[in-house]
């Protein structure tokens, strides 16, 4: 009996071990998903996010001219399910660094968040990030996100200037 037990208690830890898809970028991402510049904020970056067969593309000029430097794409969430311990990306692009962000109901101000970067090279691969590698913006937030407070995600072709071209074909957790 306890034989049993114990197979049935490592079965369901397993199977909660188990990735969960949050977008496979279906015909209503587009409805999910918002493009954001940061000419919000009186930047002069230009792009656009469309999202097709293979999943959503990322594509632009990033310029840190007049303050800017950032486009974006973002979905809102009310919270990851619980015990995830990552973001698992499948990506492609142009070779250049992206980010992502996160939003958590912490935060109080735009620009606080979390961030992990990853490198998108020409092929598809898969970018595990795990949520204690998030790096917090402000000490008003916790170190450590907690996945269950997690509000919007975020894509982001950031931070330098250059030319962004980031296709996305799932986002899952573990």
């Known amino acids: 009996m306890r034989v049993w037990a114990c197979i049935l208690i490592l079965a369901a830890s397993m199977a ?6 949050l977008e496979r970028f279906d ?3 587009g409805e999910r998903w918002h493009y954001i510049g940061d000419n919000v904020m009186g930047g002069v970056s230009s792009g ?15 310029s840190t001219d007049n303050n800017g430097g950032f486009i974006q794409v973002r979905r809102e969430f009310s919270g990851l399910p619980e015990g995830s311990e990552a973001l698992v990306l499948q990506v492609r692009g142009n070779g250049a660094r992206y980010t992502v962000f996160l939003r958590t109901r912490q935060a ?3 620009w606080h968040n979390y961030k992990a970067s990853f490198v998108a090279g020409a092929g598809w691969s898969e970018v595990r990030l795990a949520l204690s590698d998030f790096e917090r913006s402000t000490g008003l937030l916790a170190k450590i996100v907690s996945p269950e407070d997690v509000k919007s995600i ?6 330098a200037d250059y030319e962004a071209d ?9």
């Open 154 to 159: 975020g894509l982001a072709a950031y931070g």
């Open 166 to 174: 980031l296709w996305v074909g799932e986002v899952r957790v573990e």
């Open 48 to 62: 656009q996010a469309q999202i097709g067969a293979e999943g959503l593309n990322l594509t632009g000029q990033v």
């Open 16 to 21: 909660s071990a188990e990735p969960k898809v």
């Open 27 to 29: 015909a209503g991402a």
């Open 108 to 110: 109080r101000l735009p």
